[in-house]
């Protein structure tokens, strides 16, 4: 089993959609490294006003973190990457899901054996 597992992993990451996610991790930490930085900060500073909303100017902190958000996630690279990441998931669960319904049809067959 712990064979089939590696050789699964083995080609997941030989797919041509994950070895582009990851060339575009590398290029978009490198590109966007200030967009990055500006979305994260305000992200944090956005989740510390909402637990404490007296203490801040809600609005204009959700602001500057939607504007920071939505600079980010326009850039064309991080669009793909997002869509990428979409489309591996997408796979993942569907192989998982045929893996599951396996299990469920091999455990209803050996049931139905004991009966």
Request: with cysteine; glycine share 0%; net charge negative.
């Amino acid at each position: 089993m712990e064979e089939a597992v590696n050789n699964y992993i083995n080609e997941v990451l030989e797919l041509p959609e994950f070895k582009r996610l990851v060339e575009l991790k590398i290029l978009i930490d490198d590109k966007y490294s200030k967009e990055i930085l500006a979305f994260k900060t305000t992200e944090e500073k956005y989740n510390e006003a909402k637990k404490y909303p007296n203490n801040y100017d809600i609005n204009t902190i959700r602001d500057g973190f939607i504007k920071a958000k939505s600079n980010l996630y326009s850039k064309a690279e991080v669009k793909e990457y997002f869509d990428l990441e979409n489309h591996i998931q997408d796979l993942l669960n569907n192989d998982f899901n045929r893996i599951k319904d396996s299990i469920i049809n091999t455990d209803k067959i050996r049931c139905n054996r004991l009966k």
